[in-house]
Protein backbone atom coordinates (compact mmCIF):
# COMPACT_ATOMS: atom_id res chain seq x y z
CA UNK A 1 0.00 0.00 0.00
CA UNK A 2 1.05 3.75 -0.82
CA UNK A 3 2.97 5.58 1.62
CA UNK A 4 1.15 9.10 2.92
CA UNK A 5 2.37 11.85 4.26
CA UNK A 6 0.61 14.88 6.14
CA UNK A 7 1.54 17.62 8.74
CA UNK A 8 1.85 16.76 12.18
CA UNK A 9 -0.21 19.37 13.35
CA UNK A 10 -2.54 22.49 12.14
CA UNK A 11 -5.01 24.85 13.72
CA UNK A 12 -8.36 26.04 12.94
CA UNK A 13 -10.80 28.55 14.17
CA UNK A 14 -14.06 27.48 15.22
CA UNK A 15 -16.69 27.68 12.13
CA UNK A 16 -14.04 27.92 9.99
CA UNK A 17 -13.37 25.34 7.07
CA UNK A 18 -10.23 22.55 8.14
CA UNK A 19 -8.66 22.08 4.71
CA UNK A 20 -6.48 19.18 5.97
CA UNK A 21 -3.90 17.81 3.24
CA UNK A 22 -2.31 14.44 2.32
CA UNK A 23 0.07 13.28 -0.45
CA UNK A 24 0.29 10.35 -1.95
CA UNK A 25 2.69 10.45 -4.85
CA UNK A 26 3.23 6.70 -4.76
CA UNK A 27 -0.74 5.45 -4.93
CA UNK A 28 -1.43 2.95 -7.46
CA UNK A 29 -4.37 3.05 -10.04
CA UNK A 30 -7.01 0.96 -7.89
CA UNK A 31 -5.75 2.34 -4.25
CA UNK A 32 -8.83 3.85 -2.02
CA UNK A 33 -8.00 7.21 -0.16
CA UNK A 34 -9.36 7.08 3.11
CA UNK A 35 -9.74 9.45 6.23
CA UNK A 36 -10.38 8.57 9.91
CA UNK A 37 -10.01 10.16 12.65
CA UNK A 38 -9.18 9.56 16.51
CA UNK A 39 -10.34 11.70 19.18
CA UNK A 40 -8.64 11.15 22.68
CA UNK A 41 -8.38 7.63 24.10
CA UNK A 42 -11.15 6.41 21.43
CA UNK A 43 -11.13 4.61 18.64
CA UNK A 44 -10.62 5.49 15.36
CA UNK A 45 -13.79 6.62 13.31
CA UNK A 46 -14.44 6.25 9.90
CA UNK A 47 -14.87 9.85 7.92
CA UNK A 48 -14.77 9.23 4.07
CA UNK A 49 -13.23 7.56 1.70
CA UNK A 50 -12.79 7.94 -2.06
CA UNK A 51 -11.18 6.54 -5.53
CA UNK A 52 -10.97 9.60 -8.06
CA UNK A 53 -14.01 11.35 -8.40
CA UNK A 54 -14.53 14.57 -5.05
CA UNK A 55 -16.82 12.79 -2.25
CA UNK A 56 -19.16 14.65 0.26
CA UNK A 57 -20.92 13.37 3.06
CA UNK A 58 -22.31 14.46 5.70
CA UNK A 59 -19.25 15.01 7.84
CA UNK A 60 -16.79 16.05 5.43
CA UNK A 61 -15.49 16.58 1.93
CA UNK A 62 -12.95 14.67 0.01
CA UNK A 63 -11.34 16.22 -2.71
CA UNK A 64 -8.58 14.08 -4.76
CA UNK A 65 -6.35 15.56 -6.98
CA UNK A 66 -6.89 14.86 -10.75
CA UNK A 67 -3.39 12.94 -11.52
CA UNK A 68 -4.31 11.69 -7.66
CA UNK A 69 -0.88 12.06 -5.70
CA UNK A 70 -2.29 14.30 -3.50
CA UNK A 71 -6.04 14.69 -1.42
CA UNK A 72 -7.45 17.45 0.73
CA UNK A 73 -9.74 16.45 3.36
CA UNK A 74 -12.31 19.54 4.41
CA UNK A 75 -14.66 20.12 7.59
CA UNK A 76 -16.93 22.76 6.49
CA UNK A 77 -17.23 24.30 9.64
CA UNK A 78 -15.14 22.80 12.58
CA UNK A 79 -16.34 22.70 15.75
CA UNK A 80 -14.49 22.32 19.24
CA UNK A 81 -15.37 18.28 19.21
CA UNK A 82 -13.46 18.07 15.86
CA UNK A 83 -10.32 18.35 17.89
CA UNK A 84 -8.56 15.43 17.13
CA UNK A 85 -5.71 13.27 14.75
CA UNK A 86 -6.98 12.74 11.63
CA UNK A 87 -5.02 10.06 9.52
CA UNK A 88 -4.97 9.64 5.92
CA UNK A 89 -5.11 6.30 4.33
CA UNK A 90 -4.21 4.63 1.08
CA UNK A 91 -5.04 1.12 -0.08
CA UNK A 92 -6.15 -1.56 -2.40
CA UNK A 93 -9.57 -2.97 -1.95
CA UNK A 94 -10.23 -5.33 0.26
CA UNK A 95 -9.71 -9.16 -1.49
CA UNK A 96 -10.54 -11.92 0.50
CA UNK A 97 -7.56 -12.55 2.72
CA UNK A 98 -5.45 -9.45 2.10
CA UNK A 99 -7.48 -6.49 4.58
CA UNK A 100 -4.72 -4.16 5.69
CA UNK A 101 -5.37 -0.52 7.49
CA UNK A 102 -1.70 0.89 7.93
CA UNK A 103 -1.88 3.66 10.16
CA UNK A 104 0.87 7.12 9.29
CA UNK A 105 1.18 9.41 11.90
CA UNK A 106 -1.54 11.46 11.35
CA UNK A 107 -2.24 15.19 11.14
CA UNK A 108 -3.36 16.38 15.17
CA UNK A 109 -6.12 19.33 14.40
CA UNK A 110 -6.71 21.52 17.10
CA UNK A 111 -9.80 23.87 16.88
CA UNK A 112 -9.94 26.65 18.74
CA UNK A 113 -12.72 29.24 20.06
CA UNK B 1 -26.77 -2.00 15.01
CA UNK B 2 -23.79 -0.12 13.18
CA UNK B 3 -21.29 -0.81 16.91
CA UNK B 4 -18.28 -2.89 17.70
CA UNK B 5 -18.08 -3.55 21.07
CA UNK B 6 -15.36 -4.11 23.11
CA UNK B 7 -15.30 -5.52 26.77
CA UNK B 8 -13.56 -5.06 29.45
CA UNK B 9 -13.05 -1.28 28.78
CA UNK B 10 -10.57 -1.01 31.31
CA UNK B 11 -8.22 -4.17 32.59
CA UNK B 12 -5.30 -4.86 35.28
CA UNK B 13 -3.59 -7.91 34.88
CA UNK B 14 -0.17 -8.90 36.92
CA UNK B 15 2.13 -10.20 34.74
CA UNK B 16 1.66 -14.17 35.32
CA UNK B 17 -2.06 -13.16 34.95
CA UNK B 18 -4.20 -15.04 32.09
CA UNK B 19 -7.15 -12.47 30.73
CA UNK B 20 -9.04 -11.82 27.65
CA UNK B 21 -9.99 -9.00 25.66
CA UNK B 22 -13.39 -9.48 23.78
CA UNK B 23 -14.66 -7.85 20.76
CA UNK B 24 -18.29 -8.21 19.22
CA UNK B 25 -20.02 -6.83 15.69
CA UNK B 26 -23.91 -7.48 14.49
CA UNK B 27 -23.07 -5.92 10.76
CA UNK B 28 -22.63 -9.22 9.12
CA UNK B 29 -18.69 -8.67 8.88
CA UNK B 30 -17.22 -10.88 7.69
CA UNK B 31 -13.62 -9.78 8.09
CA UNK B 32 -11.69 -8.53 12.13
CA UNK B 33 -8.98 -7.00 13.15
CA UNK B 34 -6.83 -6.11 16.48
CA UNK B 35 -4.69 -3.29 16.88
CA UNK B 36 -2.21 -2.12 19.27
CA UNK B 37 -1.86 1.67 20.40
CA UNK B 38 0.31 2.88 22.83
CA UNK B 39 0.51 6.85 23.72
CA UNK B 40 0.71 9.29 21.39
CA UNK B 41 1.50 6.68 18.56
CA UNK B 42 -1.03 5.23 15.63
CA UNK B 43 -2.48 2.45 15.65
CA UNK B 44 -1.06 -1.14 14.77
CA UNK B 45 -2.16 -3.87 12.98
CA UNK B 46 -1.81 -7.18 15.19
CA UNK B 47 -4.18 -9.58 13.33
CA UNK B 48 -6.74 -9.80 10.43
CA UNK B 49 -9.45 -12.71 10.52
CA UNK B 50 -10.90 -13.29 7.23
CA UNK B 51 -14.12 -15.51 7.38
CA UNK B 52 -13.06 -17.08 10.94
CA UNK B 53 -9.93 -17.59 9.69
CA UNK B 54 -6.69 -16.42 10.43
CA UNK B 55 -5.28 -14.62 7.80
CA UNK B 56 -2.58 -11.97 8.80
CA UNK B 57 -0.40 -12.05 11.91
CA UNK B 58 2.13 -9.48 12.30
CA UNK B 59 4.83 -11.04 14.04
CA UNK B 60 2.89 -11.11 17.15
CA UNK B 61 4.77 -12.73 20.10
CA UNK B 62 2.78 -15.57 21.21
CA UNK B 63 1.64 -14.64 24.73
CA UNK B 64 -0.71 -12.79 22.55
CA UNK B 65 -3.56 -15.21 21.37
CA UNK B 66 -6.18 -14.31 19.03
CA UNK B 67 -9.56 -16.56 18.56
CA UNK B 68 -12.69 -15.92 16.41
CA UNK B 69 -14.94 -18.73 17.31
CA UNK B 70 -17.83 -17.28 15.06
CA UNK B 71 -18.66 -14.44 12.63
CA UNK B 72 -19.50 -11.97 14.96
CA UNK B 73 -17.23 -12.35 18.14
CA UNK B 74 -13.22 -11.93 18.21
CA UNK B 75 -11.23 -13.08 21.37
CA UNK B 76 -7.36 -11.75 22.33
CA UNK B 77 -6.42 -14.25 25.21
CA UNK B 78 -3.18 -12.55 27.07
CA UNK B 79 -1.03 -15.03 28.97
CA UNK B 80 2.67 -13.74 30.48
CA UNK B 81 2.61 -10.35 29.33
CA UNK B 82 4.88 -7.34 30.08
CA UNK B 83 4.58 -4.12 31.20
CA UNK B 84 5.67 -3.17 27.62
CA UNK B 85 2.36 -4.65 26.60
CA UNK B 86 0.33 -1.96 28.25
CA UNK B 87 -1.39 -0.06 25.41
CA UNK B 88 -4.92 0.44 24.12
CA UNK B 89 -6.22 -2.69 22.43
CA UNK B 90 -8.50 -1.91 19.61
CA UNK B 91 -10.72 -4.24 17.57
CA UNK B 92 -12.30 -3.42 14.04
CA UNK B 93 -14.29 -5.15 11.61
CA UNK B 94 -15.31 -4.20 8.04
CA UNK B 95 -16.74 -6.23 5.02
CA UNK B 96 -13.90 -8.76 3.33
CA UNK B 97 -14.33 -7.81 -0.16
CA UNK B 98 -14.96 -3.86 -1.75
CA UNK B 99 -13.70 -0.25 -0.82
CA UNK B 100 -15.21 -0.18 2.52
CA UNK B 101 -14.02 1.24 5.43
CA UNK B 102 -13.53 -0.25 8.74
CA UNK B 103 -15.53 0.13 11.86
CA UNK B 104 -13.74 0.49 15.14
CA UNK B 105 -14.79 -0.57 18.95
CA UNK B 106 -13.66 2.16 21.55
CA UNK B 107 -10.75 -0.05 22.90
CA UNK B 108 -9.63 -1.80 26.00
CA UNK B 109 -6.98 -0.03 27.74
CA UNK B 110 -4.48 -2.50 29.00
CA UNK B 111 -2.17 -1.89 32.29
CA UNK B 112 0.13 -4.97 32.88
CA UNK B 113 1.29 -4.32 36.91
Known amino acids: DAKTTQPPSMDCAEGRAANLPCNHSTISGNEYVYWYRQIHSQGPQYIIH???NNETNEMASLIITEDRKSSTLILPHATLRDTAVYYC??????????????FGQGTTLQVKP | DTEVTQTPKHLVMGMTNKKSLKCEQH?????MYWYKQKAKKPPELMFVYSYEKLSINESVPSRFSPECPNSSLLNLHLHALQPEDSALYLCASSQVTGGYGYTFGSGTRLTVV
Open chain 2, 27 to 31: MGHRA
Open chain 1, 50 to 52: GLK
Open chain 1, 89 to 102: IVRAPLSGNTGKLI
